[in-house]
T-cell receptor
Framework: RKEVEQDPGPFNVPEGATVAFNCTYSNSASQSFFWYRQDCRKEPKLLMS???SGNEDGRFTAQLNRASQYISLLIRDSKLSDSATYLCVVNRDSSASKIIFGSGTRLSIRP | EPEVTQTPSHQVTQMGQEVILRCVPISNHLYFYWYRQILGQKVEFLVS????????KSEIFDDQFSVERPDGSNFTLKIRSTKLEDSAMYFCASSPGQGSSTDTQYFGPGTRLTVL
């Protein structure tokens, strides 16, 4: 089983739609979780950290389910500019060095 | 807003040649990292660096790779004898804290390495 697994997509949704991605991780000792976005041929950029209680930042909501070992990202009222690859990132343990990237989920928003 | 910078943006080299990829992390950050991303694949951790020494490295980071912080601002990745399979985007990152699990890493724009 992969350490961090994501549905590669692509998800193709109309502008204004709500879209959700899940990510599963294999190591139950994982400490912290992040969503990054990556535009084509660009660097990953932090979208949001994911906290145990769940957190929201504008149109974006992240949830963590430790029991089932998955995290989710919900995007409401999607914009054309949300088109990107969304990377699930997991810290394997308390060291920031050991972060593992998922392969990413491609999202394409159509007008 | 401070950002991580990398040079060059694109490096083309012949197989067997040495390359040095350069990064200027965000000043006052303490942890530095190199990652690579082969085209179409996921981002892979190579190495982390703290207090002038390697703190962690992956199995990819073999003897042909080395890192250095030659002065107070630059952080370099050297590949001694490049192979075709080293062709990838190389990202530098830095983080402000001391490598805790909640420490956010900020990525540079990357250097695209093409080995011919």
């Amino acid at each position: 089983r992969k350490e961090v697994e994501q549905d590669p997509g692509p998800f193709n949704v109309p502008e204004g739609a709500t879209v959700a991605f899940n990510c599963t991780y294999s190591n139950s000792a994982s400490q912290s979780f992040f969503w990054y976005r990556q535009d084509c041929r660009k660097e990953p950029k932090l979208l949001m950290s994911v906290y145990s209680s769940g957190n929201e930042d504008g149109r974006f909501t992240a949830q963590l389910n430790r029991a089932s070992q998955y995290i989710s990202l919900l995007i409401r009222d999607s914009k054309l500019s949300d088109s990107a690859t969304y990377l699930c990132v997991v810290n394997r343990d308390s060291s920031a060095s050991k972060i593992i990237f998922g392969s990413g989920t491609r999202l394409s928003i159509r007008p | 807003e401070p950002e991580v910078t990398q040079t060059p943006s694109h490096q083309v080299t012949q197989m067997g040649q040495e390359v040095i990829l350069r990064c200027v992390p965000i000043s006052n950050h303490l942890y530095f990292y190199w990652y690579r991303q082969i085209l179409g694949q996921k981002v892979e951790f190579l190495v982390s660096f703290y207090n002038n020494e390697i703190s962690e490295k992956s199995e990819i980071f073999d003897d042909q790779f080395s890192v250095e912080r030659p002065d107070g601002s630059n952080f370099t990745l050297k590949i001694r004898s490049t192979k075709l399979e080293d062709s990838a985007m190389y990202f530098c990152a830095s983080s402000p804290g001391q490598g805790s699990s909640t420490d956010t890493q900020y990525f540079g724009p990357g250097t695209r390495l093409t080995v011919l």
